[in-house]
Nanobody
Framework: QVQLVESGGGSVQSGGSLRLSCAAS????????MGWFRQAPGKEREGVAA???????SYADSVKGRFTISQDNAKNTLYLQMNSLKPEDTAMYYC?????????????????????????WGQGTQVTVSS
């Protein structure tokens, strides 16, 4: 049974930073791709970033250059470093695990940020960015 628990959310002003953490258990490393999604009130769930077993990452265009996804294998923990936060980043952020599709670009394959391909989810951590 895969279990994911997020932490690190909070309220910050525009331009500030936060680091989200996701403690994972119940799976063998390398069996799943890990990712972060977010959902704001009245909006659909949106893919933010993902990382595969080889450390290859994918990012939504809206967060490229500002967010960084990483994984500490020894601690079974996933991270999302969020810098230069904007009010439009306000949402509930969810950690997820799954086996997504991949696209080919520049000699490598990258995970696709599609929520239906991620079968395991945490309960979320709230991020609020004020102007």
């Amino acid at each position: 049974q895969v279990q994911l628990v997020e932490s690190g959310g909070g309220s910050v002003q525009s331009g500030g930073s936060l680091r989200l953490s996701c403690a994972a258990s119940g799976y063998t490393y390398g069996s799943y791709c890990m990712g972060w999604f977010r959902q704001a009130p009245g909006k659909e769930r949106e893919g933010v970033a993902a990382i595969d077993s080889d450390g290859v990452t994918s990012y939504a265009d809206s967060v490229k250059g500002r967010f960084t996804i990483s994984q500490d294998n020894a601690k079974n923990t996933l991270y999302l470093q969020m810098n230069s936060l904007k009010p439009e980043d306000t949402a509930m952020y969810y950690c997820a695990a799954g086996i997504p599709r991949a696209y080919y670009s520049g000699g490598d394959y990258f995970p696709v940020l599609y929520h239906a391909d991620f079968g395991y989810w945490g309960q979320g951590t709230q991020v609020t960015v004020s102007s």
